[in-house]
C-alpha cells in the first residue's frame, strides 16, 4: 500500500499445449486512509501570569500526514492566537484548540482542547518617599501611587495612630513618632490586590522656655513693669525727700532730656533751664508743683542673661502737692513712661507704655523722725514683636495689656548740725503687675499663646545718707554720700505658655524674676560754687546686685543761674548704664 485508495489488480494465467491462456480476471481493492492523532499539545509557561499584550507560546505533536498543527483560541475575550503564539487579552481561562488536516493517506486529526489558566497579575506601584512633618502641622492629602493597574480603587491606612490618622485620603498629624502609611489597591479582574508604604517621621515642636527669644520677650516685659514701678516710686521719693525739711513748699522741676550711648557719656538738659521752680505758675499758698525724670534716647546696656536695650524714659513724673501743716503733706502725681526693648537680636522688640497716678503723703514727728508713703496704680501696654528662628525667621506680633499696683513706706531719722545733715531710713516698698493673657499672630504653627502673668516684686531696704557744708571763698561747698542694702522679699513671676495650634497636653512653665534678690548701693559727690551764678556738681554711684553686672553712675553737671538760684542752665554728662538709678539722684544730697 503506497496510500489509501482503489488499488486495482489483476490476475492472468498462461496456456500451455494443453490449454489456452485463461481469461485476465480483475479485482479492486480499496485501502482506506489510516487515522492520526495530535500529541503533546501544551502551553509554555503552563500557567503564565497576565500582562498587558503578553504572549506565552503553545505547542503540539502532529500526526503522519505531516499537515501542520493549527491552534485557534474558543476564548476571544481572554486570548487570541497567531501562529503558535497566545497574546493575553485578560486574566482567565484561555481554551485553546489545535487541530491537523489529512490527506489520501490519513484522515484529518481529532480536535484537541487545552485550557490555560491566566493568573492575575501584581500591579508594579510606585509612590512618595519618606515624608517629614512637625507637629502642629495642618492636615495633608495622600496622592494616588503609579500603578500598572489603571483600575483598581486606593485606600489608605496609618501604622501608628498616636502619630497620625488617615481619613479617606487626608492625614492629621497626632503627634511626635514614626509611622507606616500604606497605599493598598484593590483587585481588579486582571490584578491581584496590592499595597506600597511610606514612612512618616513627625517631630516635636521644641520646648519654647529654651527658646531665647521667648524668655528675653518675657523678661522684658517683667524687667519693663518693675522698672515703670519702681521709677515712679523712685521720682516720688525723692520729691518727698526734698520737702522733709521746712514749713514751706516750692515747686521743683527736675525733668531732664538726656542724649547718649550705652558706652560713651550723655548729654542732658534740665528742665530748670526753661521753668522756674517758683515762679511759672501762680499757686494758692501751701501749694507746689513739680516734675522729675529722664528722658532718654540712647543705648543701656543689658544685665547677666538680658539683652540690652535701646529706650526713652523708665517714667517721667508731674505732681502736685499741699503742705497742710509742718507736719502733713500730701500729693499727687501723674506719670509716664515709654520704652523700646530689643531682645535676643534687633529684630526681637518690644515697645511699652505706662500711664499711672499716685498719692503720696509725709508725716514729721519733731526735727528728726519722718514717716512717708506712696500709693499708686497704673496701666501697661506691650506691643511685641518677636523673631523666631525656629520658625525659619518669621515675625511673631503681639499686644499686651495690664494693670499695676505699687507703693512704699519709709521710715527715717534725721540728724545733724547747721553744716552737717545725716538721714538713716528703713523702707519697705511693692509692686503688683497683672498681665493680661495674650497670643502671637505670624508663626503658623510656632504660634504661642501666654497665660495671665502676675508679677511681684517687693523687699525692704536700710540705708544711710549724708551731706556737710563747707564754706569757700567762691561759695559753699556740698559734699555727700549715701549707702543701702535692699533685700527682695519677693521676686518672682510664672508664665504658662503654650502652642496655639494642638497645644500639647500640659503647659510649659517659666520663671521669671526681675533684677537681683540683693542689692548694694554706694555713692558720692560734691556740690561746688565755682561763682555767684555757676555751681559744679559731681556724682559717682555704684550698684552690685545678685545675679547681674555691677552698674555705674558717673555724673558731671555745671549749672548757671542767670537771675535767681531757681532757675538753672544745665548740662549733664552721665554714664547711662545707670540710668534707672537717676531718679535717686536726690538721694546724695544734691
Not at 500591579?123 to 517629614?132: A, E, K
Not at 508679677?455 to 549724708?466: H, I, P, S
Request: hydrophobic share 35%.
Amino acid at each position: 500500500m503506497l496510500s489509501g485508495g482503489t488499488c486495482g489488480l489483476t490476475a492472468d494465467q498462461a496456456g500451455d499445449a494443453n490449454y489456452n491462456a485463461a481469461p485476465q480476471v480483475s479485482l479492486n481493492v480499496t485501502i482506506t486512509a489510516a487515522s492520526q492523532a495530535i500529541t503533546g499539545f501544551a502551553a509554555n509557561p503552563a500557567a503564565p501570569t497576565y500582562a498587558p499584550n503578553g504572549t506565552f507560546s503553545v505547542s503540539a505533536n502532529g500526526g503522519a500526514s505531516g499537515n501542520p498543527v493549527v491552534f485557534a483560541s474558543t476564548t476571544p475575550a481572554v486570548c487570541s492566537v497567531a501562529g503558535s503564539a497566545v497574546t493575553m487579552l485578560a486574566a482567565g481561562n484561555c481554551t485553546l484548540t489545535a487541530n491537523q488536516a489529512g490527506n489520501a493517506s490519513y484522515t484529518a486529526a481529532p480536535q484537541v482542547t487545552l485550557t490555560v489558566v491566566i493568573g492575575a497579575a501584581t500591579p508594579t506601584l510606585s509612590w512618595i518617599g519618606n515624608l517629614v512633618k512637625t507637629v502642629g502641622e495642618p492636615t495633608f492629602d495622600l496622592p494616588n501611587p503609579t500603578s500598572s493597574n489603571p483600575a483598581g480603587a486606593f485606600s489608605f491606612t496609618s501604622s501608628n495612630p498616636a502619630v497620625a490618622t488617615v481619613s479617606g485620603r487626608t492625614v492629621t498629624i497626632v503627634g511626635p513618632g514614626t509611622a507606616t502609611l500604606t497605599a493598598t489597591q484593590a483587585a481588579t479582574a486582571n490584578y491581584v490586590q496590592a499595597s506600597v508604604s511610606t514612612g512618616l517621621s513627625v517631630t516635636a515642636r521644641p520646648d519654647p522656655t529654651r527658646d531665647p527669644s521667648v524668655v528675653g520677650g518675657l523678661q522684658a516685659q517683667v524687667d519693663a513693669s518693675v522698672r515703670f514701678a519702681s521709677a515712679q516710686q523712685s521720682n516720688i521719693r525723692d520729691r518727698l525727700r526734698q520737702q522733709r525739711h521746712g514749713s514751706g513748699n516750692s515747686s521743683s522741676h527736675n525733668l531732664a532730656l538726656s542724649v547718649g550711648g550705652g558706652t560713651s557719656g550723655a548729654l542732658s538738659l534740665a528742665a530748670n533751664q526753661v521753668l522756674s521752680s517758683d515762679n511759672a505758675i501762680a499757686l494758692p499758698r501751701g501749694w507746689a508743683l513739680w516734675s522729675a525724670g529722664t528722658i532718654t534716647a540712647g543705648d543701656r546696656d543689658g544685665h547677666a542673661g538680658s539683652e540690652g536695650f535701646g529706650f526713652r524714659s523708665d517714667g517721667v513724673t508731674v505732681g502736685a502737692d499741699w503742705r497742710i501743716d509742718e507736719r502733713f503733706l500730701l500729693g499727687v502725681a501723674g506719670g509716664f513712661g515709654w520704652n523700646d526693648t530689643n531682645f535676643d537680636g534687633p529684630a526681637s522688640r518690644l515697645d511699652a507704655e505706662q500711664r499711672s497716678v499716685s498719692l503720696y503723703g509725709l508725716w514729721r514727728h519733731g526735727d528728726h523722725l519722718f514717716v512717708d508713703g506712696t500709693l499708686g496704680w497704673g496701666r501697661l501696654d506691650f506691643d511685641i514683636k518677636r523673631y523666631s528662628a525656629t520658625a525659619g525667621g518669621a515675625i511673631a506680633k503681639a499686644q499686651r495689656d495690664g494693670d499695676q499696683f505699687y507703693g512704699a513706706l519709709t521710715v527715717g531719722f534725721e540728724g545733724g548740725g547747721d553744716r552737717s545733715r545725716y538721714t538713716g531710713y528703713g523702707r519697705y516698698d511693692f509692686s503688683r503687675t497683672q498681665l493680661d493673657a495674650y497670643r502671637e499672630h505670624g508663626l503658623g504653627i510656632y504660634d504661642l499663646s501666654y497665660s495671665s502673668q502676675d508679677v511681684d516684686n517687693d523687699g525692704v531696704a536700710v540705708g544711710v545718707e549724708g551731706r556737710y557744708l563747707v564754706d569757700t571763698s567762691s561759695g559753699v561747698m556740698r559734699p555727700y554720700w549715701m549707702l543701702e542694702y535692699r533685700k527682695a522679699l519677693e521676686n518672682s513671676s510664672d508664665v504658662d505658655l503654650n502652642y496655639v495650634v494642638m497645644p500639647v497636653a500640659n503647659d510649659y512653665r517659666l520663671g521669671l524674676r526681675s533684677y537681683g534678690e540683693h542689692s548694694l548701693v554706694y555713692g558720692g559727690g560734691i556740690d561746688v560754687d565755682v561763682s555767684q551764678r555757676w555751681k559744679l556738681s559731681f556724682l559717682l554711684r555704684r550698684e552690685h546686685s545678685a545675679d547681674q553686672e555691677a552698674a555705674t553712675s558717673l555724673g558731671l553737671l555745671l549749672s548757671f543761674t542767670p537771675s535767681a538760684p531757681s532757675a538753672p542752665t544745665a548740662v549733664q554728662l552721665t554714664d547711662p548704664q545707670s540710668v534707672a538709678l537717676e531718679g535717686d539722684n536726690a538721694a546724695t544730697g544734691k
